[in-house]
């Protein structure tokens, strides 16, 4: 089994806000149904990525996770664009802008 493109990376508050609520087998079951055409200008196509970003996105975000501490992980995050990083004060890495090799 493997992805395909385009996927969706949404953020859970707006995914619990919008997504469809149901019971089913005893378990709540969450759904939404999106576009998946590029053009798509639905409630969910801001959220819809290439998949190789947004793969590259889950691996940053598990190797952050994985670290006591924000560091050069979280910085390749917010390096990417249209990434933008909210957090508490103090805790948000200084980034330093690469140049391309």
Sequence with gaps: MRYTDPVFLVPS???????LHGI???MIQMQFKA???PSARDLWSRWLLQWS???QILQLLGELAATPAPGEHAADLILLPGVVWLGQPGVIPTVRRRRAA
């Design 13 to 19: 508050e707006f995914f619990n806000e919008h997504a």
């Design 24 to 26: 089913g087998r005893g």
């Design 35 to 37: 576009s998946m055409e």
């Design 53 to 55: 970003r947004g793969r």
